[in-house]
């Protein structure tokens, strides 16, 4: 017999796959160009010029073994202080390279924190809407999985609902932004709100609440929003980090997590950290990719097209009357559905090769989302399609 919780995670597709299967027969069946598919979070833009040139010098520098061998479990010393350096340059962090962890991406930085952190009984909160694989690493690792609802209005945090799910059992809090699934980037007076919750409560509880940082879209902000670096505000914060994002590299699975050198017995908690990766079977991201991102901290992919593409997406829809969350950052677009069942609006937005993703998986019903990391002629050409779609449901109505 095997694990039954593992065969339902194995079995059962997410809604945003199964949408991308769909997609994928139905390219074959009528033409790639006339299926307007928005369901992946898989970037668009091409990776930087400089990575396929670093990828070759360090293959033709570097002696094989040495390049393709396992390197230290934590990583690289190099990458490692490399990482570091470009943190404490870029937000004067105060790190040190003992307290960088590298990863495979963004998922393993997520799994070992959890992991690292979760005891018997403890509960971890999401804010919604969030990354809907935070409850699958939660529930792996043996925690209770909470949702704290946003600001209806805004999907800023609302602290007041934050307070109410935060109980003495609660070990951290996951906070994501720029936000998959609403773009959202939490201003600075919000994360000031939430670390001063956060601070009240340990004391109260007598323990540290910890704040899981997940910023695969740090880089990716528009109209010069700023993203505060977590570990500036609250002392007992873990950063999770990836470069699937912002150099367009997702199937490379490399990242890293920073843990707070100010945190409670920091020291124990990054070997937590590296204890949960060896427990995960994480040790020893990919090698040749660390190597790169040592050489390459601070550069990314050409952001200005997702800012384009969000131009023309949410200025069209808004045009036709959808109601748009506008997206600060990220590359999604979080919209109300034209009915209350999200999933019946997602089968009807097919009837015009519309693929959008329920809002449920997200915690946020009633919305979808739209991943516009796509080409910005898909964009232009899906625009009748969404105005077909708003008019059958205005004429239903009539
Ligand atoms: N966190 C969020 C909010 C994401 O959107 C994603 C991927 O889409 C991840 C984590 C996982 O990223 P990675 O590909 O680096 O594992």
């Given amino acids: 017999m095997y694990s039954q919780s593992m065969y339902q995670l194995g079995s059962k597709r ?3 796959r199964e949408t991308f299967e769909y997609g994928r027969k139905r390219k074959a069946e009528i033409g790639a160009d006339k299926v307007f598919d928005f369901s992946l979070g898989n970037p668009s833009v091409r990776p930087p010029e400089i990575v396929n040139k670093l990828l070759k010098e360090i293959i033709d520098e570097m002696e094989p073994t ?3 061998g396992y390197t230290s479990a934590p990583g690289d010393p190099a990458t490692r202080q490399a990482v570091c350096d470009s943190l404490n340059r870029r ?3 105060g790190l040190t390279p003992d307290f960088i962890y590298m990863t495979c991406g963004a998922a393993a930085s997520l799994s070992c924190c959890i992991s690292a952190l979760c005891c018997k009984g403890d509960e971890f909160i999401a804010l919604a809407p969030y990354f809907a694989e935070y409850k699958v690493f939660t529930e792996a690792a043996g925690g209770k999985f909470r ?5 209806p209005d805004t999907f800023q945090i609302d602290i007041k609902n934050l307070r109410k799910e935060i109980c003495k059992k609660t070990k951290a809090v996951i906070l994501n932004s720029p936000n998959n699934p609403a773009g959202v980037v939490y201003s600075e007076k919000t994360i000031k709100k939430v670390c ?4 009240d409560k340990s004391e109260k509880y007598g323990h540290p609440i910890y704040l899981i940082a997940d910023e ?4 990716i902000v528009f109209d010069k929003m700023k993203v505060p670096f977590l570990i500036n505000y609250y002392d007992n914060t873990l950063v999770c980090y990836s470069y699937s994002k912002s150099l367009s590299l997702p199937g490379e699975r490399i990242g890293y997590v920073a843990v707070s050198p100010k945190a409670e017995d920091a020291k124990g908690l990054y ?13 020893c991201a990919p090698s040749l990719f660390q190597k790169l991102v040592a050489r390459l901290p601070e550069v990314t992919s050409d952001i200005s097209v997702y800012k384009k593409n969000r131009d023309i997406l949410l200025g069209g829809l808004e045009s036709f009357g959808y109601i748009c969350v506008p997206p600060q950052g990220a590359f999604y677009l979080f919209v109300k559905a034209l009915e209350p069942d999200a999933y019946a609006f997602c089968e009807k937005a097919k009837k015009y090769e519309l693929l959008l993703v329920p809002g449920d998986d997200f915690g946020c019903p ?3 989302r739209i991943a516009y990391c796509v080409s910005t002629a898909q964009i232009e050409n899906s625009l009748p399609a969404f105005k077909k779609l708003i008019e059958d449901y205005k004429n239903d109505r009539s």
């Fill in 14 to 16: 997410s809604v945003i």
């Fill in 66 to 68: 040495a390049l393709h």
């Fill in 91 to 93: 937000f004067k962090a």
């Fill in 147 to 151: 949702v704290a609802m946003p600001d």
């Fill in 196 to 199: 001063k919750l956060l601070k």
């Fill in 216 to 219: 695969p879209y740090r880089e």
């Fill in 271 to 283: 070997a937590a950290v590296m204890g949960a990766g060896r427990a995960l079977g994480y040790v």
């Fill in 366 to 368: 009633g919305y979808v």
